[in-house]
């Protein structure tokens, strides 16, 4: 992706297509360099030229000088094209419940202020087979909160009750700790954003014979007039606040594995029946969040299909510089005008 150059402080980034390399500059602090390459040989060969008017031991010198400069240029470039856009910054795990966050390597030494907090809300109210695992983290000087859960499943009469019940102790109970940072945010509410994810688990309140001829006819629309979840968002029992995309993809539950058919569309003995709904979802919280896509993902590995969304969102940059010149600037003094009587 091209980008425009960019000039901050000490670190550099300027517009070319050969890849991203690390170097020190004179002041002492790292900057990216994005290095054009026919401009790189240009220096050299210019270089090259007045090394013709050395003679003796120095023209040996900077022949070899030019030749190393050369090569490290080249293994530089090589390693910055190997070199992955994207690298993890936490990875957590609760029973079926997995959570990874990627950024861009250059924003990596942005990302501050990294916690994690775990809650288990399946069996016995505590256990980790149902529950949530929240990851807060400083991007610039936004506050972001990503919660990956799995919450109670089932489609008898009240279960979205349920389903409910367990946002509410995600909420109350997931805290980030922080002895240290006391102005950091303890709960999920708390953040400037927040994206909640994973197998929701509601269902469609309608008949799996109705379900299921209107999914043959993919008459969405009818189909979620009855979902569950975006009833409780409009009743505001849950969510209360919260945003979901447009959804104009098939629902995601329960499939065949490695097939898309729908389990049930050939009824088997002994197999549990199971309608087909929106299980696995994606919602958000919080102002200057553009949802720029929400879609269904084609891999067969499970009986769900997953989703994924894309997101545009506005963070907080504090300029060091302009702050340095409001505390360095000083009010000049003005002086009337004296008028001396004639």
């Known amino acids: 992706m091209m ?30 360099i994005w290095m054009d390459q026919q401009d790189g040989l240009e220096v050299l060969d210019s270089l090259s030229d007045e090394s013709d008017q050395i003679s003796g031991e120095e023209d040996d010198s900077v022949v070899q000088l030019l030749s190393n400069v050369k090569r490290e240029n080249m293994h530089s470039r090589n390693a910055a094209k190997s070199r992955p856009r994207y690298v993890r910054i936490v990875s957590k795990q609760m029973v079926g419940i997995y959570v990874s966050v990627w950024v861009r390597r250059r924003l990596r030494r942005h990302v501050n202020n990294l916690k994690v907090s775990p809650v288990g809300v399946g069996l016995m109210g505590y256990m980790g087979n149902k529950g949530s695992v929240s990851v807060s983290m400083s991007l610039f000087q936004s506050r972001l909160c990503f919660v990956c859960s799995h919450l109670t499943s089932g489609q008898k009469d009240g279960a979205e009750q349920r389903r409910n019940s367990n ?48 999914v043959a006819e993919k008459d969405w629309t009818e189909l979620l007039n009855s979902d569950q979840l975006i009833k409780e968002l409009r009743s505001g029992h849950v969510f209360d606040g919260w945003k979901e995309g447009v959804i104009n993809f098939a629902p995601t539950y329960k499939y065949e594995i490695n097939s898309d058919r729908y389990i049930g569309e050939n009824p088997k003995e002994g197999e549990k029946k199971r309608s087909p709904a929106w299980c696995d979802r994606v919602l958000w919280l919080g102002k200057g969040i553009k949802q720029l896509s929400y879609k269904q993902a084609d891999i067969r590995l499970s009986d769900h299909r997953p989703v994924s969304s894309t997101f545009l969102v506005e963070v907080e940059i504090f300029d060091h510089r302009k702050l340095h010149r409001a505390l360095n600037f000083s009010t ?11």
């Open 3 to 32: 980008e425009n150059s960019l000039t901050s402080g000490t670190e550099n980034i300027e517009l070319s297509g050969y890849g991203l390399k690390r170097v020190h500059q004179s002041s002492g602090n790292l900057g990216l």
């Open 332 to 342: 000049a003094a003005v002086h009337p005008d004296i008028y001396f009587p004639e």
């Open 167 to 214: 946002v509410y102790e995600i909420l109350r109970r997931t805290h980030f700790s922080s002895v240290f940072d006391v102005d950091q945010p303890q709960t999920i509410r708390s953040h400037d954003q927040i994206f909640w994810f994973g197998d929701l688990n509601y269902r469609i309140n309608m008949l799996d014979a109705e379900v299921r001829k209107l």
